[in-house]
């Protein structure tokens, strides 16, 4: 067991590492050089040595492999460099905007699961063949809707058609709704999706006759065996949607006009502010691979009958 | 199963009209998309004009229209990148097995742990905005997605007896590769394909939205559901019609890809 937590841990860290290695790669030694663009402007009147020093401020003047490991050794003690764009430390730009974008996603991948929960549950117990098929085929409209649209067109309906939500102020929690709504809608289709599939194959084992004929309600068996069963396949796919949860609150962000991860990778997009692109990258890589290593290692937790296989 | 499926049939039929406005966009419309007529701004849906008209009196039906070709050629440049490059390392992959397996497939598990939108930005931000480069972000996005599946299949196809026996005839591995394992893998990558397909046009209007894509004029659709964003309150054609069209592309991409997937299960078993 412990080998297995060992090699797990191994694991996500060299995906951590080589994650940090392929974006410093492609943003700080590719020729899109972000300080050439940014100081080369001629009515900034700076001569060509000026602009080399100003290099060498931001790479420490140390040859690329050095300036990779000091990087790289500043990452693993949290310090991320500093913000072409602003000068200020990318650490504190991106603490100020942590906590809105966490908010954000948390409702949003709350909500996600409770739609899903619902479109599964009402699919694995109705009997009636079309309102299953249309509950079934709901995750699919999900995924094609674009994020952005999806905003504005909530916007449109709840706050300029029916006036339920106000457009401009309200309280905190108001202008969250629109927004967390608008994200969990297409993460909770693969959720949805992959649930109602493995409640279904769980339908076909036989010990579910067999509760049947004890006399269990279609509620209870639903409920305490077939569900209970499907947790896992769907534990695994809604670790994967956490990627999609970061992209969507991105776009999310942007179009609610809230402060965020969002709204800094879209300046930092803008002004090609490398550093703070490099943090965000690998801040949404960590995320990701932290919440799928602690899905893994909850699985023999959960499911009793893999510890003995690990 | 002879009854013939209407949602599919539909899919195909909204597929092909796309592509034809895409290709013939004048057959469908008579209006201008770049010129507008001030005189009729911002008037709702009607005879004359399907989708009404934006602020500046630009039929909006012929911009959705003229906007096709757009679209769908970043879609295809998106999914020939992502089909390219995925396709060479799944191959390359699950043929070579060993050290350069693992090598490929951690930096493929890499590509996976950042979400697709940052990659594309990333990309972006190396590249510059534009067309090209959007679609080219967008497809670097899918690599992963294709170089797993192909993989698998390489994997599964090599255990089968057929390519055992051409290597037992003789067969030199490029030429038993090419000849056998690959056209036998590709199945379902060409269902993924048509999935990754919709996903790229839906990543291209999100990243045109964001205002990395074309330039304003040009109507591609993501840009076209952002310039309406200013007239919300007043005219709801402007956002929500273009959007529908994109929902319905997507979502007959989505359609056909499963059913290429279902037709390819059907013929292994």
Known sequence: MTRYLLSRVGQAALVLWAAFTAGYILLQLLPGDSVLIKFQNPELGLSPEQIAEIRAYYSGGNPPLVDYLHTLLGFARGSFGYSIDTGTPVVERLAEALPETAKLAS??????????????????YSRTSWIRGALLSMPSLFVSVPVFWLGIVLIQVFSFRLGLVPVIGGSPAQQLILPVLTLAVPISAPIAQVLARSIDQVYTQPFVPVVAAKGASRWWILWRHVARNAVLPTLTMAGLTIGELIAGSVVTETVFGRNGIGRLTEQAVNAQDTPVMLAIVVLAATVFVLVNLVIDLLFPVLDPRLEVAA | MNRPKIGLVLAWLVIGVALLWAVVPGVFTGHDPIAGVPAEKLQAPSGQHLFGTDAVGRD??????????????????????????????????????????????????????????????????????????????????????????????????????????????????????????????????????????????????????????????????????????????????????????????????????????????????
Do not use: C
Request: charged share 10%; net charge positive.
């Open chain 1, 107 to 124: 409702a949003g991948f709350l909500l996600a699961v409770l739609i899903a929960l619902v479109i599964a549950f009402a699919a694995g």
């Open chain 2, 60 to 269: 909006l039906f012929a911009r959705v229209v003229h906007g096709a070709v757009h679209s769908l050629s970043g879609a295809f440049v998106a999914v020939g990148v992502g089909l390219l490059l995925g396709t060479l390392l799944g191959l390359l992959a699950g043929s070579a097995g060993g050290l350069l397996d693992d090598a490929i497939m951690r930096f493929v598990d890499v590509l996976l742990s950042v979400p697709g939108l940052l990659l594309a930005l990333t990309v972006i931000i190396l590249l510059g905005p534009g067309t090209v480069n959007v679609a080219i972000a967008v497809g670097i996005g899918s690599v992963a997605a294709f170089a797993r599946l192909s993989r698998a299949e390489v994997v599964r196809v090599r255990r089968t007896d057929y390519v055992e026996a051409a290597f037992g005839s003789g067969g030199r591995y490029t030429t038993v590769l090419r000849r056998h394992v690959l056209p036998n893998s590709l199945g379902p990558v060409i269902a993924l394909a048509a999935l990754q397909f919709g996903l790229a046009i839906l990543a291209i209007s999100t990243l045109g939205f964001l205002g990395y894509g074309a330039e304003p004029p040009t109507p591609e659709w993501g840009l076209l559901i952002s310039e309406g964003r200013n007239y919300l309150a007043t005219s709801w054609w402007l956002t929500s019609l273009p959007g529908a069209v994109v929902v319905s592309v997507v979502l007959a991409a989505g359609r056909i890809s499963r059913s290429l997937g279902a037709d390819l299960g059907k013929d292994r078993a």
